[in-house]
């Protein structure tokens, strides 16, 4: 029997092979296919089917890793860039992130879907509000902007064809990071 560690890297070698496999496929659930998976992650279908039973489940834990990489990715771009900096490279990291969400989305079911957004959807927000409230006190973003509003105008994300999707991805993030800016005096 394989050590924890070892399974512990299984399972995260899977995770990842799935991710990249939905990036290339710009999340495309349908070319997702479990066997190729394994294979590429250098693990059993068995091994696999032990971690996540379901499609759903290997799916669900790619959106939490994806989510975790987003959050976490805040404190290091904040000592790297001034706010507003910061918060526009989270926002490119984003788009990528709502482009494997979006398959993902479509493959869960609606109330799993529900479920795991209501369990993780904190952690962005308080991620965003981070990133926002730093902009504001160094005076790059404007005043009375919170988490939600943001959320609000990135929910254009999801309604951008997949064929037109890395042309108006940046437009709508760049219109966003426009629209934070405060307002020019006079």
């Known amino acids: 029997m394989a050590s924890r ?40 279908q068995g091994t696999l089917y032990r971690h996540f039973p379901t499609r759903e489940h290997l799916l669900a834990e790619v959106y939490r890793h994806e989510l975790t990489q987003l959050v976490e990715a805040v ?39 529900q479920d795991l957004y209501a369990d993780q959807h904190h952690r962005l927000d308080e991620a965003l509000g981070t990133l926002l409230e730093r902009g504001q006190a160094a005076g790059e973003v404007r005043e009375g902007v919170d988490a939600a509003d943001v959320i609000l105008l990135l929910g254009a994300l999801s309604r951008i064809p997949e064929a037109e999707w890395d042309r108006r991805a940046i437009t709508v993030v760049a219109l966003v990071v426009d629209g934070l800016r405060p307002p020019a005096a006079g």
């Open 75 to 113: 404190a290091p771009l904040l000592a790297e860039h001034p706010p507003l900096a910061a918060l526009t490279a989270w926002l490119d990291r984003l788009v990528g992130y709502a482009r494997v969400k979006r398959g993902v989305m479509a493959a869960i079911e609606a109330s799993a879907w």
């Open 5 to 44: 560690s070892d399974a512990v890297a299984n399972r995260d070698r899977i995770v990842e092979t799935a991710r990249a496999e939905l990036s290339r496929s710009n999340g495309a659930i349908a070319d997702l296919k479990l066997h190729a998976v394994a294979k590429a992650a250098g693990v059993g």
